[in-house]
């Protein structure tokens, strides 16, 4: 990911764990989850960091939305954002996340047939996972073809937090495997 060069972050605890967010010129063009998989981690720790803007507006609305979309006092984001970090595949499918409604999921392989591209489901789900705006861009929406919870960068625990909050139907399968119910 090529990120602006006068992008800045800020951190915020949320109710699912510490958060970093940061900001571009543009809006806002990262969410991660402290240590989860893919994050800028030379951008958002050390001496190289980006800098930190706690009083950046984006950024001051983005952590205040994130709180209270996980405590159930929000249901969606209304924030400018940033995908230009992405390549052009990335961006389209990061384009197609947000059209995944609150409460719904779809499949790695339906979303790859809605772009058009139904043998892509690899490059669709590497994808899928460097989003780099966890939940805004609601990448936890998307589920194995079975329904069963796959890949999230911030752990499945969080990706079933998101989806029960989302009343998203989970149902209890064999083991410790959960499915979602009634979407495709």
Known sequence: ?????????TRTTTLLGPV???????????????GQRHEPTHQ???VAAWPDAPDHPVL???????????AGKRADFDLPIDLSGGTPFQQSVWRALLAIGRGATTS????????????????????????PLSVVVPCHRVVG???????YAGGLDRKRALLTLENAHLVATSGS????QGHA
């Open 60 to 70: 001051q609305s983005a952590a205040a939305q994130i709180q209270h979309y996980l």
């Open 44 to 46: 958002l720790y050390g």
């Open 177 to 180: 495997h959960i499915k979602t």
């Open 108 to 131: 790695y392989g339906a979303l790859s047939q809605q772009l058009g591209n139904p043998r892509a489901v690899r490059a669709l789900g590497a994808a899928v996972g460097r989003n």
């Open 20 to 34: 970093r967010l940061a900001a571009s010129p543009a809006g806002l063009s990262g969410l991660w989850f402290e």
């Open 1 to 9: 990911m090529l990120f602006h060069p006068h992008t800045v972050q």
């Open 145 to 151: 073809m079975d329904g069963s919870l796959t890949g």
